[in-house]
């Protein structure tokens, strides 16, 4: 006899076990009904809504109009929308570094997406790490789910020139660090850096995560860059929670989301924007929940097949708030639609290429170039390994200076981020602006739990006489709003035994961008002799807490940083 019991729904599913389900519904409904919510609401699908609002998250200001706005989108839909909070990451508030925390605010939010009885959710977050946390619990929960984000900053004006977080706090700060600036100029353009709500105003992190949330088709079309203070944010937002609803209506899952095809189409959006060398970790995290392998290898087929279209500050002249105007990601996505998998279904129910077929065609082609007139012929970004980074090292080279791609050079070793703070501005550094300098310890291992850091800065006595770049090698990471001829994410790392913790000063290492590879140029012998000296005490193991959950199972960077116990097994074919 076939089972005609209706599946649980709403605040029906997911009943709390006291051994009696029928006392359980009956205890929750009442429970529910102490929030005023009438009988007839209690029977509607829900919509859960991650929020993310935080007094110690700048970028999640508007985060409580927001989930407003979802709210009424769901209700109009015929749905009821409740709203629960997460951990919220605020990128510098946080120490050691966000990225530390990624992985438990991923647990925090597949834990209660799944814990808690809803038949969608609306993820809001949009500082780095928050995106990519709640798309990997989203991932791991496989609850139907659709991301909004914050959406970035509008720029502001001071003294004639436009100015927004975070690539101008970059270049004043180098002008400070030179002497060219004062400590008052320097304090009168910290407040007028970041002046409105949302996320940092360049193709940064958190615009790269937000364009590839998009271009995963986690994201409603044409959401990624409004910014914050945008109303198209609002209604894109009310458009999010009925979109919840159709989601939840459809079971669409996000393991019918982000595919292998998705994935791709997703690295390829990452290179035609020069998006930030951190959204690698962060895709390869998130796919790694859908059991599917980011291979650096791939990204660099795809690097020398994707040109640079979009000319954004780090690398350009513009902000988020024009490619908004410019025609947003949809542009860019229209551009490459040769180069894509149109077959993938996205969060709106269609295609993407149902999506791009329906789109209106207008893109402002100074900031969104043609596919045939490109910026650059070759991705922003690519993988090196050899024998300094048997497992890759990325370098953003839309961001870097083509003059230092093939070079070799003497190595300057700092072998903490203390060492490092110690010494550079030091006039005994022994260094000139030919050498490399390298940075040890700073990578998912390291206490430090991989930092932004990889941007070193050019050493006092250099910047002072006018050095602008040098190579710079680390297991760090890199702030997406940083430019320079920066090798990052070397793995392994040197806490975890890489050769990396091998290197000493005045030894050499020879760059190649054009053959992909970074290698330490001393003999296997010497590098044996020193890993016995150095012996495998590696940092301590912390007593208790996440810290030592993460230190017993965070992965490298070419796996995403994740936890090892958190990925989903590999798909098979
Ligand atoms: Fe949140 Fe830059 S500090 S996006």
Not at 107 to 131: I, N
Not at 281 to 289: D, E, K, M, P, S
């Amino acid at each position: 006899m076939t089972d005609t019991t209706p599946e649980p729904h709403g605040l029906t599913r997911g009943l709390t076990n006291y051994g009696d389900m029928d006392f359980a519904r009956y205890l929750r409904l009442s429970m529910a009904r102490s929030m005023g919510l009438s009988g007839n609401l209690l029977k509607k699908p829900v919509v859960g809504i991650a929020a993310t609002y935080s007094e110690f998250n700048n970028c999640h200001r508007l985060v409580p109009e927001l989930v407003a706005a979802v709210k009424r989108g769901v209700l109009a839909a015929g749905g009821l929308p409740l709203e629960f909070p997460t951990i919220s990451l605020g990128e510098v508030f946080l120490n050691p570094t966000s990225l530390f925390f990624r992985n438990l605010m991923a647990m925090d939010t597949e834990e209660m997406v799944r814990g808690q009885p809803m038949d969608a959710v609306v993820l809001v977050g949009g500082c780095d790490k928050t995106v990519p946390a709640q798309l990997m619990g989203a991932v791991s929960a496989n609850v139907p789910a659709i991301q909004v984000v914050t959406g970035p900053m509008m720029t502001g004006r001071w003294r004639g020139e436009r100015l927004g977080a975070c690539t101008d706090c970059r270049r004043f700060w180098a002008k400070f660090r030179a002497g060219e600036i004062d400590a008052e100029t320097i304090e009168e353009v910290e407040g007028n850096l970041a002046t409105t709500a949302g996320t940092c105003a360049v193709m940064g992190t958190a615009s790269t995560m937000a364009s590839l949330a998009e271009a995963l088709g986690m994201m409603l079309p044409g959401t990624a860059a409004i910014p914050a203070v945008h109303a198209d944010r609002i209604r894109a937002a009310e458009a999010s929670g009925a979109a919840a609803m159709m989601l939840a209506t459809k079971k669409l899952r996000p393991d019918q989301i982000i595919t292998e095809k998705s994935v791709e189409n997703a690295l390829r959006v990452l290179l035609a924007i020069g998006g930030s060398t951190n959204a690698i970790i962060h895709l390869t995290a998130i796919a790694g929940r859908a059991g599917i392998t980011v291979d650096l290898n791939r990204l660099n087929e795809l690097s020398d097949t994707t040109p640079v279209l979009v000319d954004l500050k780090p690398t350009g002249p513009f902000y988020m708030e024009d490619l908004h105007v410019a025609g947003g990601i949809g542009a860019v996505l229209r551009e490459l639609k040769p180069l894509l998998h149109l077959d993938v279904m996205t969060v709106s129910g269609e295609t993407l290429g149902e999506r791009l077929a329906a789109e209106p065609g207008y893109v402002d082609h100074s900031v969104v170039r043609k596919l045939e007139e490109p910026l650059q012929p070759e991705g922003g970004l690519v993988a090196l390994f050899g024998s300094l980074a048997p497992r890759g090292a990325i370098l953003k080279r839309a961001a870097a200076d083509p003059k230092l791609f093939e070079k070799e050079a003497r190595a300057v070793v700092f072998t903490s981020l203390e060492d490092l703070a110690a010494r550079i501005d030091s006039p005994d550094l022994d260094v000139t602006a030919d050498d490399f300098l390298v940075l040890q310890n700073a990578g998912p291992l390291s206490p430090s739990g991989m930092p932004e850091a990889g941007y070193l800065p050019i050493p006092g006595k250099l910047a002072r006489a006018g050095v602008k770049d040098m190579v710079r090698i680390s297991d760090a990471r890199m702030s997406g709003t940083a430019y320079g001829t920066i090798v990052l994410h070397v793995s392994p790392d040197a806490a975890s035994g890489g050769p990396l913790g091998l290197v000493r000063n005045g030894d050499r290492i020879r760059l190649s961008v054009k053959n992909r590879r970074i290698d330490l140029l001393v003999e296997e012998a010497e590098l044996a002799r020193r890993r016995t000296e150095m012996g495998d005490a590696g940092p301590a193991r912390p007593k208790r807490g996440y810290a030592r959950l993460y230190k017993d199972q965070v992965l490298q960077a070419d796996e995403g940083c994740d936890l090892d116990f958190l990925r989903a097994e590999p798909q098979r074919d």
